[in-house]
């Protein structure tokens, strides 16, 4: 079985490790381009391309698939399965119609819920109590394609964008390690998605980065680990943005304002939120200053933080 494989960040690569370990023919890796990253802005290759080379493997970084010189190249391959994991680009029709078993894709969510780029983190956002993985054959809308195994995977209370990451990318290589043998011998039969129940998760926006306190605690603490460890909530104090790493919940009878101090701990604050569950912050980061406790904040540049102060009040 010869296979291209198509796949950028991390989430990609247990599963071409274990596309390698299940000893199939990868013809090829089709990855984004390398990218300036971080404040250094220092020149790194995606993931998958690191995790191929160490297995010998051609790798191809286009910046538009559907270039068609880009097409002709991924199809000297020959391959006859294509696999993608969070590749980043829609294939054109060229590639989709080739391979004699078509074009499957990796998706971190139990699709039709949450088709888009970022289903861990709307997942958690929205208090899901399970997620999953589905592949599908792929088509040329976004992750629209008829469903060939799901496997569910439950979210804990506790869980964080990172945790279900790494869990998904984990159930995501062993599912496709089963899915491959039963989709060759015509094991599997196709389901269509309904299209009554899709949602869809886009992109992270920095408006849903900013916390809003008149929502519930529980809405504001799913936020938090939805956007933890990338790319983390944040809010003001005093009018300079305070980005809040990890909280927790907790009741608290107040009649204080949405996003007021109400309670200073010795490794914690209390913020009042929507209802009567408060939120207690346990992890922050202050503008232009490394990510730190509370504890280490309030003994030091939080020293001045008193009760009665307002997070995110713009006007303060």
């Known amino acids: 079985m010869k ?3 198509m796949g950028t960040p991390d989430f990609s690569v247990p599963v071409l490790r274990q596309l390698v370990m299940d000893g199939y023919n990868i013809a090829a890796c089709i990855t984004q381009p390398d990218r300036l ?4 802005k220092v020149m790194t290759p995606p993931p998958v391309k690191v995790e191929a080379m160490k297995h010998g493997i051609p790798v191809l970084q286009p910046e538009r698939i559907r270039n ?4 002709e190249r991924v199809l000297g391959y020959e391959p006859e399965l294509v696999v993608t994991a969070a590749y980043g680009q829609i294939l054109p029709n060229d590639i989709l119609e080739k391979p004699a078993y078509g074009c499957i894709n990796v998706h971190a969510s139990l699709l039709p819920k949450y088709r888009g780029g970022a289903p861990i983190h709307q997942s958690i956002i929205d208090g899901e109590k399970e997620t999953g993985i589905t592949i599908m054959y792929m088509v040329e809308k976004l992750d629209a394609g008829d469903m060939l195994t799901q496997v569910r995977v439950p979210i804990l209370e506790e869980d964080h964008v990172g945790s279900m ?3 998904l990318s984990a159930a995501g290589a062993k599912l496709l390690s089963e899915t491959i043998p039963a989709l060759i011998k015509g094991e599997i039969t196709p389901q269509k998605q309904d299209e009554t129940k899709v949602t869809f998760a886009r992109n992270i926006t920095r408006e849903m980065e900013k916390m809003d306190w008149s929502k519930t605690g529980e809405e504001l603490y799913n936020q938090v680990r939805g956007l933890n460890p990338w790319p983390v909530a944040f809010t003001t104090l005093q009018q300079k ?3 809040v790493w ?3 919940k907790v009741n608290v009878a107040t009649e204080q304002e949405p996003g007021t101090v109400i309670e200073i701990r010795d490794d914690s604050f209390v913020v009042a939120t929507g209802n009567q569950t408060a939120l207690e912050i346990m992890e922050l980061q ?3 200053k490394k990510r730190m406790t509370a504890e280490d904040f309030l003994r030091g ?7 009665g102060m307002k997070l995110g009040d713009e006007n303060e």
């Open 301 to 307: 540049a939080g020293s001045s933080l008193e009760i």
């Open 165 to 167: 990451h790494d869990k």
């Open 37 to 40: 990253v971080g404040r250094k």
């Open 3 to 5: 296979i291209v494989f």
């Open 246 to 248: 990890w909280a927790k």
């Open 68 to 71: 068609q010189e880009e097409i």
């Open 286 to 288: 202050p503008s232009g």
């Open 241 to 243: 943005p305070l980005k």
